[in-house]
């Protein structure tokens, strides 16, 4: 595979800000298939961004799967252009934790007059950010104007995405690009306490498991405790989707186990999984496949999804025979409500289906594709009929059912997040910052969190209960699925980032209290012996505001903050005592925080006074 080479003519290069560019992205990359020599990188922005492995990777990555198991049917007409979009997810060399997201425009053209009938190319935009609120859009604007002006288009779009301002995770953004503004919402930071969305919130959760919606509430299961997950679909597009909107379902919990949106043989860990022997633990993972080959190879993955519908264009729902209980499928009776009768009706025709699915497997995909959920496991959570009933079907239009794809994963997204966010209630109390009590002094040290014990836990949770909210929709074993969740790979790196944030949002809060604070009242009620350890106390949250106003991490009141704590400890040394006051000044750093008094000189071996001012920063 070549070096990429400088895809940016010098004028457009020297506008584009590439620290700026950083922020948001990595590069921008144009890659050719070759039937004789593969996958080629032709152009990137920067030129040296991707390391040789990472082009590597990416390039493999940005196509669709050549053992895929949908083929598109030969075109109709002369020639034919066909569009897609997916994204994938690979390990970063930079660090084991990383990760390299890609977002893919994809066009294959069929045509009689091309050497061997057509081409295929990708245009693609790598980050270190999962934003495909983003960078979908980007890409669409991106990639049409590479196939029209070439490579000068990668440095001028690189261009107007490094005038951007920082991200702003959480929080809603609008930027320019072009003579258009994208107007998006960021995926919240890892450490918000509370977020109002989820990673890939802007996923089609309804559209990618339509057929499988009764399926759902043990798809969440499976995801919220961290099993091993092999999901497979007919396209990169329909594949990536459907990954994007299960990490999606467990908001406001952050998925931890490692997913990959489009997973290929070409993946760097693809030789590592493969090489387990058969009957061992497959590590936690969410894969996206295509190529059917993984239903063989990588058979160890107890939990297999299938999904999507294979088409030339995009998924589109058409009718279909009655499908077994065991694949969940919601049929379509017309626009408005989705029939929901037919899951809850009991057939001897939906029992052989059940029992011949599963005895099949899923290497019955290798013959016919068809949504279903092959997995042993039993769900604690029953599926919520009431929130299925709510959903609109919305016939076969294109335009109406983008349309109420939207209202439906809002119904969805709203559920499941409920759902996700009272699971998770529990842990609330070994979560929450602690505020000074009336009366009290906020200068002593905030107490501790409470310390977890997953035992302790357990055995409270038991004899409390889960709460209304599960309590109707849980059946009785719903402990275990706590039990597993604690063992799971998504509870510590949660709790711990949760248990983080609340302990600076204590220190906030403590600190708010001691700016609020009335010093003179506080310390009339005081014994001497106390009013020495507010002093103490006192002296050691200056000099820790001192140290943070001069290394410039204390934020905008910063300098407020000091101003305030050393009238405090001026406040609180003119009522101490000479004696004391003597003893206080021993300390020389102590008393270099004062400003000695010309009428204390006179008091011999003392270097201040009584009555003492401190020292300005």
């Not at 320019?176 to 930071?189: C, H, M, Q, R, T």
């Not at 969805?412 to 699971?423: A, G, K, P, V």
């Not at 103490?536 to 000099?543: D, F, P, T, V």
Request: proline share 10%; with cysteine; hydrophobic share 40%.
């Amino acid at each position: 595979m070549n070096r990429a080479r400088d895809s940016a003519a010098a004028p457009a290069s020297s506008t584009a800000n590439l620290v700026a560019l950083r922020r948001w992205l990595i590069a921008l990359c144009t890659i050719r298939f070759d039937l004789e020599r593969g996958q080629i990188i032709e152009d990137s922005f920067p030129s040296d961004a991707l390391s040789a492995d990472a082009q590597l990777h990416i390039a493999f990555s940005s196509f669709p799967d050549s053992m895929s198991q949908h083929h598109h049917p030969p075109a109709p007409r002369r020639s034919s252009i066909h569009d897609s979009i997916f994204s994938f997810r690979l390990p970063s060399s930079s660090s084991p934790s990383s990760f390299l997201y890609g977002f893919v425009f994809n066009r294959r053209r069929q045509d009689d007059r091309l050497p061997r009938g057509g081409d295929q190319r990708s245009v693609v935009i790598v980050s270190h950010s999962p934003f495909s609120s983003v960078f979908r859009p980007v890409l669409q604007i991106l990639a049409p104007l590479y196939f029209d002006i070439g490579a000068t288009a990668l440095s001028l779009v690189a261009s107007h995405v490094s005038s951007w301002p920082a991200p702003l995770l959480g929080r809603p953004m609008e930027l320019p690009i072009g003579n258009a503004a994208l107007k998006v919402l960021l995926p919240p930071s890892p450490d918000d306490p509370s977020p109002s969305h989820g990673l890939f919130h802007d996923s089609d959760l309804f559209a990618s498991f339509r057929g499988l919606l009764l399926n759902l509430w043990m798809l969440w299961e499976l995801l919220i405790i961290g099993e091993p997950i092999l999901l497979v679909a007919p396209s990169p597009p329909q594949c990536s989707e459907a990954v994007a909107a299960l990490v999606s379902l467990v908001s406001p919990l952050l998925y931890s186990v490692d997913f990959r949106p489009y997973f290929t043989i070409h993946d760097p860990d693809f030789a590592r999984l493969n090489a387990l022997p058969e009957g061992a633990e497959f590590p936690p993972m969410l894969l996206g496949v295509t190529n059917l080959f993984f239903l063989k190879a990588l058979k160890n993955i107890p939990h297999v999804i299938s999904v999507g519908i294979p088409s030339p264009g995009p998924a589109k729902v058409v009718p279909s025979p009655p499908r077994s209980a065991s694949t969940g499928n919601v049929r379509s009776s017309g626009p408005g409500r989705l029939n929901l009768e037919q899951l809850n009706k009991f057939s001897p025709l939906s029992l052989l289906n059940a029992m011949k699915l599963r005895r099949e497997g899923p290497l019955c995909l290798m013959n016919e594709h068809k949504e279903a959920v092959w997995s042993s496991y039993a769900a604690t959570t029953k599926p919520d009929t009431a929130v299925l009933n709510r959903l609109v079907d919305a016939g076969m239009t294109p335009r109406v059912e983008e349309s109420m794809s939207v209202v439906n994963n809002e119904i969805l997204r709203r559920h499941f997040m409920e759902l996700t966010s009272n699971f998770l209630a529990p842990f609330g109390p070994y979560l929450r910052p602690t505020t000074p009590s009336e009366g009290s002094s906020p200068f002593v040290n905030p107490p501790p969190l409470p310390p977890f014990d997953a035992e302790e836990f357990l055995r409270g949770l038991a004899a409390r209960g889960p709460g209304k909210f599960l309590s109707k929709r849980m059946r009785s074993n719903w402990l275990d699925l706590y039990r597993r969740f604690l063992k799971g790979k998504n509870f510590m790196p949660w709790f711990q980032r949760r248990r983080a944030a609340a302990e600076q949002e204590q220190q906030r809060l403590w600190r708010q209290a001691r700016m609020n604070t009335e010093i003179q009242k506080l310390i009339s009620k005081m014994s001497e012996l106390e009013i020495v350890d507010s002093f103490n106390a006192i002296e050691r949250h200056l000099l820790v505001e001192i140290q943070l106003h001069q290394s410039g991490n204390g934020g905008v009141d910063s300098a407020k903050a000091c101003q305030k704590l050393k009238g405090d400890l001026q406040a609180v040394f003119n009522v101490l005592p000479k004696d004391t006051q003597q003893l206080l000044l021993v300390n020389p750093k102590r008393a270099s925080l004062f400003q000695s008094n010309p009428e204390l000189r006179k008091h011999p071996g003392h270097p201040s006074e009584s009555t003492l001012s401190i020292l300005p920063l």
